[in-house]
């Protein structure tokens, strides 16, 4: 009797472990789907001229769930400086959702947060700032293959704080 319970023992271990050896073989086997549907991109900008220099990395990754809707999340990082005027390091992200009307015309929403820091040189007597300034871009642009080219405003617009000239602005995007 003894040599029976420890048989169905082993038996039923054997079956066990069989079954868990295979289920590990399957899940090694079948490659993920989700890497499948990640694209990458981003922007670079670099800008100097009589004193100024400026300097932007962003890169962004998006998660694209069927042919016309996508959704992803960046990171945004800035310096500038003004000689004998200001310097500013600007870090942030943003979240952005694609949808593509037709193939050819994709409209955007982009919830950008940036952490603006400026240093201001003494002798202009300004206060050193130090702030988050939110912003809601709405887009619509032209797409071929994986670059679209369009315009974008900020609904959350402040004149006073915000590190953008205008409100509008024109945007070019690549995603691979």
């Not at 490659?31 to 990640?38: A, N």
Request: net charge negative; aromatic share 16%.
């Amino acid at each position: 009797m003894k040599c029976c319970r420890n048989i169905s023992i082993y038996l039923l271990l054997s079956i066990l472990l069989g079954c868990s050896f295979q289920s590990v073989a399957q899940e090694q086997k079948a490659p993920s789907q989700f890497w499948q549907h990640v694209r990458f991109g981003g922007g670079i900008g670099l800008s100097f001229g009589n004193g100024f220099f400026s300097g932007t990395l962003a890169p962004s990754a998006i998660y694209q769930f069927d042919e016309r809707w996508a959704m992803g999340l960046g990171l945004n990082g800035t310096y500038n400086k003004q000689k004998d005027t200001y310097s500013s390091t600007i870090l942030g992200g943003n979240v952005i959702t694609l949808y593509n009307v037709i193939p050819e015309i994709q409209l955007s929403a982009e919830f950008e947060e940036l952490n603006v820091n400026r240093s201001y040189d003494s002798r202009l007597g300004l206060e050193d700032d130090n702030y988050w300034y939110p912003a809601l871009f709405l887009g619509a642009g032209f797409r071929t293959n994986n670059i679209t080219v369009g315009i974008r405003y900020d609904v959350l617009y402040d004149e006073t704080d915000s590190i953008y000239a205008n409100a509008w602005m024109p945007f070019f995007r690549v995603y691979f």
